[in-house]
Protein backbone atom coordinates (compact mmCIF):
# COMPACT_ATOMS: atom_id res chain seq x y z
CA UNK A 1 0.00 0.00 0.00
CA UNK A 2 1.12 3.67 -0.62
CA UNK A 3 1.89 4.96 2.78
CA UNK A 4 -0.93 7.72 2.43
CA UNK A 5 -3.25 4.57 2.30
CA UNK A 6 -1.54 3.17 5.23
CA UNK A 7 -1.48 6.56 7.12
CA UNK A 8 -5.31 6.25 6.91
CA UNK A 9 -6.49 3.24 7.30
CA UNK A 10 -4.56 2.97 10.57
CA UNK A 11 -6.10 6.78 11.53
CA UNK A 12 -9.50 5.20 11.14
CA UNK A 13 -8.90 2.11 13.21
CA UNK A 14 -7.47 4.12 15.79
CA UNK A 15 -9.94 6.44 16.27
CA UNK A 16 -12.80 4.12 14.95
CA UNK A 17 -11.87 1.32 17.33
CA UNK A 18 -13.39 3.01 20.87
CA UNK A 19 -15.72 5.66 19.15
CA UNK A 20 -19.36 4.37 18.58
CA UNK A 21 -19.35 4.51 14.82
CA UNK A 22 -18.04 1.12 13.66
CA UNK A 23 -14.20 0.95 12.50
CA UNK A 24 -15.51 -2.20 10.55
CA UNK A 25 -17.07 0.29 8.34
CA UNK A 26 -14.74 2.87 8.04
CA UNK A 27 -12.18 0.13 7.29
CA UNK A 28 -14.42 -1.27 4.26
CA UNK A 29 -15.57 1.70 2.74
CA UNK A 30 -12.09 2.82 1.47
CA UNK A 31 -11.98 -0.08 -0.66
CA UNK A 32 -15.48 0.21 -2.14
CA UNK A 33 -15.91 3.93 -2.15
CA UNK A 34 -12.16 5.13 -3.22
CA UNK A 35 -11.06 1.91 -5.10
CA UNK A 36 -8.17 1.24 -2.57
CA UNK A 37 -6.98 -2.37 -2.29
CA UNK A 38 -8.16 -4.31 0.17
CA UNK A 39 -5.42 -4.06 3.40
CA UNK A 40 -4.89 -7.76 3.97
CA UNK A 41 -5.26 -9.71 7.03
CA UNK A 42 -1.91 -9.19 8.32
CA UNK A 43 -2.27 -5.08 8.04
CA UNK A 44 -5.86 -5.76 10.36
CA UNK A 45 -3.77 -7.82 12.92
CA UNK A 46 -1.15 -5.09 13.34
CA UNK A 47 -3.81 -2.25 13.38
CA UNK A 48 -5.74 -4.53 16.16
CA UNK A 49 -2.32 -4.86 18.20
CA UNK A 50 -1.76 -1.24 18.09
CA UNK A 51 -5.40 -0.20 19.53
CA UNK A 52 -4.90 -3.34 22.24
CA UNK A 53 -1.67 -1.42 23.31
CA UNK A 54 -3.78 1.92 23.66
CA UNK A 55 -6.39 0.50 25.71
CA UNK A 56 -3.97 -1.41 28.07
CA UNK A 57 -1.29 1.50 28.64
CA UNK A 58 -4.43 3.78 28.85
CA UNK A 59 -5.79 1.87 31.53
CA UNK A 60 -2.64 0.25 33.02
CA UNK A 61 -3.90 1.06 36.41
CA UNK A 62 -7.39 -1.02 36.15
CA UNK A 63 -5.87 -3.99 34.28
CA UNK A 64 -3.32 -4.54 36.30
CA UNK A 65 -6.05 -4.33 39.38
CA UNK A 66 -7.98 -6.31 37.42
CA UNK A 67 -5.24 -9.31 36.84
CA UNK A 68 -3.95 -9.24 40.06
CA UNK A 69 -7.81 -9.66 41.73
CA UNK A 70 -8.47 -12.39 39.42
CA UNK A 71 -5.69 -14.35 40.10
CA UNK A 72 -6.39 -13.86 43.76
CA UNK A 73 -9.92 -14.95 43.08
CA UNK A 74 -8.81 -18.59 42.00
CA UNK A 75 -7.21 -18.58 45.21
CA UNK A 76 -10.55 -18.18 46.82
CA UNK A 77 -9.58 -14.30 47.62
CA UNK A 78 -12.97 -12.40 45.96
CA UNK A 79 -13.30 -8.43 45.99
CA UNK A 80 -15.27 -6.13 43.62
CA UNK A 81 -12.46 -6.31 40.94
CA UNK A 82 -12.30 -10.02 40.91
CA UNK A 83 -16.34 -10.11 40.48
CA UNK A 84 -15.75 -7.41 37.59
CA UNK A 85 -12.80 -9.62 35.92
CA UNK A 86 -14.84 -12.61 35.81
CA UNK A 87 -17.66 -10.92 34.05
CA UNK A 88 -15.51 -9.55 31.48
CA UNK A 89 -14.42 -12.73 30.70
CA UNK A 90 -18.17 -13.93 30.79
CA UNK A 91 -19.04 -11.22 28.82
CA UNK A 92 -16.85 -11.75 25.78
CA UNK A 93 -17.73 -15.34 25.48
CA UNK A 94 -20.33 -14.81 22.98
CA UNK A 95 -18.55 -12.59 20.72
CA UNK A 96 -15.94 -15.40 20.66
CA UNK A 97 -18.59 -17.91 20.36
CA UNK A 98 -20.39 -15.74 17.05
CA UNK A 99 -16.53 -15.50 15.62
CA UNK A 100 -16.06 -18.96 15.17
CA UNK A 101 -19.42 -19.90 13.94
CA UNK A 102 -20.06 -16.63 11.47
CA UNK A 103 -17.55 -14.80 10.63
CA UNK A 104 -16.75 -16.37 7.47
CA UNK A 105 -20.62 -16.31 6.38
CA UNK A 106 -20.72 -12.95 7.26
CA UNK A 107 -17.71 -11.65 5.34
CA UNK A 108 -19.31 -13.38 2.47
CA UNK A 109 -22.70 -11.97 2.88
CA UNK A 110 -22.88 -8.92 4.90
CA UNK A 111 -19.85 -6.75 3.89
CA UNK A 112 -22.06 -4.58 1.39
CA UNK A 113 -22.50 -1.04 1.58
CA UNK A 114 -26.51 -1.17 1.90
CA UNK A 115 -25.64 -3.24 5.04
CA UNK A 116 -23.18 -0.80 6.51
CA UNK A 117 -25.43 2.20 6.13
CA UNK A 118 -28.70 0.16 7.62
CA UNK A 119 -26.75 -1.12 10.52
CA UNK A 120 -25.41 2.37 11.21
CA UNK A 121 -28.88 3.86 10.76
CA UNK A 122 -30.59 1.29 13.02
CA UNK A 123 -27.99 0.80 15.80
CA UNK A 124 -27.07 4.66 15.83
CA UNK A 125 -30.61 5.46 16.57
CA UNK A 126 -30.69 2.73 19.29
CA UNK A 127 -27.78 4.54 21.00
CA UNK A 128 -29.39 8.20 20.61
CA UNK A 129 -32.37 6.47 22.03
CA UNK A 130 -30.61 4.97 24.99
CA UNK A 131 -28.56 8.25 25.93
CA UNK A 132 -31.36 10.22 25.93
CA UNK A 133 -33.31 7.54 28.63
CA UNK A 134 -30.49 7.27 30.93
CA UNK A 135 -31.29 5.81 34.18
CA UNK A 136 -27.43 6.45 35.37
CA UNK A 137 -27.75 4.95 38.52
CA UNK A 138 -24.69 2.66 38.16
CA UNK A 139 -21.13 2.07 38.05
CA UNK A 140 -19.29 -0.95 36.09
CA UNK A 141 -19.21 -2.53 39.37
CA UNK A 142 -22.79 -2.46 39.67
CA UNK A 143 -22.97 -4.98 36.75
CA UNK A 144 -24.29 -8.68 37.42
CA UNK A 145 -23.98 -12.01 35.93
CA UNK A 146 -27.15 -11.35 33.48
CA UNK A 147 -26.41 -7.64 32.47
CA UNK A 148 -22.97 -8.81 32.01
CA UNK A 149 -24.33 -11.69 29.68
CA UNK A 150 -26.62 -9.56 27.70
CA UNK A 151 -23.90 -6.70 27.36
CA UNK A 152 -21.79 -9.80 25.75
CA UNK A 153 -24.34 -11.03 23.31
CA UNK A 154 -24.71 -7.29 21.96
CA UNK A 155 -21.23 -7.29 21.47
CA UNK A 156 -21.82 -10.34 19.28
CA UNK A 157 -23.94 -8.04 17.37
CA UNK A 158 -21.01 -6.02 15.91
CA UNK A 159 -19.70 -8.38 13.70
CA UNK A 160 -22.58 -6.89 11.13
CA UNK A 161 -20.29 -3.90 9.77
CA UNK A 162 -21.73 -0.88 10.78
CA UNK A 163 -23.00 -1.58 13.87
CA UNK A 164 -20.14 -0.58 15.78
CA UNK A 165 -18.91 -3.16 18.87
CA UNK A 166 -18.05 0.47 21.26
CA UNK A 167 -21.36 1.62 20.49
CA UNK A 168 -23.60 -1.74 20.79
CA UNK A 169 -21.80 -2.20 24.37
CA UNK A 170 -22.54 1.43 25.24
CA UNK A 171 -26.14 1.02 24.25
CA UNK A 172 -26.54 -1.81 26.08
CA UNK A 173 -24.84 -0.78 29.27
CA UNK A 174 -26.82 2.70 29.27
CA UNK A 175 -30.26 0.35 28.74
CA UNK A 176 -29.36 -1.22 32.04
CA UNK A 177 -28.51 1.55 33.80
CA UNK A 178 -25.22 2.41 33.81
CA UNK A 179 -24.23 6.00 33.31
CA UNK A 180 -22.07 7.02 29.90
CA UNK A 181 -18.62 7.21 31.86
CA UNK A 182 -19.12 3.67 33.07
CA UNK A 183 -20.64 2.51 30.08
CA UNK A 184 -17.59 3.57 28.08
CA UNK A 185 -15.32 2.50 30.52
CA UNK A 186 -16.47 -0.96 30.56
CA UNK A 187 -16.81 -1.24 27.03
CA UNK A 188 -13.27 -0.30 26.74
CA UNK A 189 -12.39 -2.90 29.37
CA UNK A 190 -14.46 -5.38 27.50
CA UNK A 191 -12.53 -4.83 23.93
CA UNK A 192 -9.21 -6.03 25.60
CA UNK A 193 -10.11 -9.83 25.77
CA UNK A 194 -12.36 -9.08 22.39
CA UNK A 195 -9.57 -7.83 20.56
CA UNK A 196 -7.03 -10.12 22.00
CA UNK A 197 -9.26 -12.98 20.70
CA UNK A 198 -9.85 -11.21 16.64
CA UNK A 199 -6.30 -10.56 16.59
CA UNK A 200 -5.16 -13.63 17.59
CA UNK A 201 -7.88 -15.53 14.92
CA UNK A 202 -7.08 -13.29 12.39
CA UNK A 203 -3.36 -13.80 13.07
CA UNK A 204 -3.79 -17.48 12.85
CA UNK A 205 -5.62 -17.22 9.50
CA UNK A 206 -3.01 -15.37 8.36
CA UNK A 207 0.00 -17.55 9.14
CA UNK A 208 -2.00 -20.02 7.55
CA UNK A 209 -2.65 -18.54 4.38
CA UNK A 210 0.53 -17.81 2.77
CA UNK A 211 -0.08 -14.05 2.39
CA UNK A 212 3.21 -12.17 2.22
CA UNK A 213 3.42 -8.71 4.03
CA UNK A 214 5.55 -5.57 4.27
CA UNK A 215 6.71 -5.18 7.65
CA UNK A 216 7.40 -1.39 6.93
CA UNK A 217 3.88 -1.53 6.55
CA UNK A 218 2.69 -3.42 9.08
CA UNK A 219 4.70 -1.06 11.50
CA UNK A 220 3.43 2.17 10.87
CA UNK A 221 0.03 0.75 10.87
CA UNK A 222 0.24 -0.54 14.51
CA UNK A 223 1.83 2.64 15.51
CA UNK A 224 -0.22 5.09 13.91
CA UNK A 225 -3.43 3.30 15.04
CA UNK A 226 -1.64 3.01 19.04
CA UNK A 227 -1.51 6.73 18.82
CA UNK A 228 -4.59 7.56 17.08
CA UNK A 229 -6.53 5.18 19.57
CA UNK A 230 -4.77 6.59 22.28
CA UNK A 231 -5.67 10.00 22.17
CA UNK A 232 -9.23 9.14 21.08
CA UNK A 233 -10.14 6.91 24.02
CA UNK A 234 -8.83 9.98 26.41
CA UNK A 235 -10.98 12.57 24.48
CA UNK A 236 -13.72 10.25 23.77
CA UNK A 237 -14.11 9.52 27.75
CA UNK A 238 -13.93 14.18 28.49
CA UNK A 239 -16.78 14.25 25.66
CA UNK A 240 -19.57 11.85 26.57
CA UNK A 241 -19.52 13.30 30.37
CA UNK A 242 -20.45 16.99 28.96
CA UNK A 243 -21.58 16.07 25.65
CA UNK A 244 -23.32 12.48 25.59
CA UNK A 245 -23.70 10.82 22.44
CA UNK A 246 -25.07 13.05 20.47
CA UNK A 247 -22.56 14.04 18.51
CA UNK A 248 -21.30 10.39 17.60
CA UNK A 249 -25.18 9.70 16.35
CA UNK A 250 -25.09 13.01 14.04
CA UNK A 251 -22.35 11.38 12.49
CA UNK A 252 -23.73 8.20 12.27
CA UNK A 253 -27.21 9.34 10.56
CA UNK A 254 -24.99 11.59 8.01
CA UNK A 255 -23.20 8.61 7.40
CA UNK A 256 -25.80 5.98 7.10
CA UNK A 257 -27.78 8.65 4.82
CA UNK A 258 -24.87 9.38 2.49
CA UNK A 259 -24.24 5.45 2.37
CA UNK A 260 -27.68 5.04 1.35
CA UNK A 261 -27.55 8.08 -1.38
CA UNK A 262 -24.32 6.32 -2.67
CA UNK A 263 -25.45 3.04 -3.21
CA UNK A 264 -29.17 2.94 -3.80
Avoid at 49 to 76: C, D, H, P, Q
Wanted: hydrophobic content about 55%; aromatic content about 12%.
Amino acid sequence: MEFFEIFWLALLQGLTEFLPISSSAHLILPSQILGWQDQGMAFDVAVHVGTLAAVMIYFRKEVGELLFAWFASLKGKHSPESKLAWLIILATIPAIIAGLLASDLIDLLLRGGLVIAASTLIFGALLWWADRNPAETKDEYDIGVKQALIIGLCQALAMIPGTSRSGITITAALMLGLNRVAAARFSFLLSIPTIMAAGSYMGLKWATSGEGVSWSELGWGALLSFVSAYFCIHFFLKIISKMGMTPFVIYRMILGFVLLYMFL
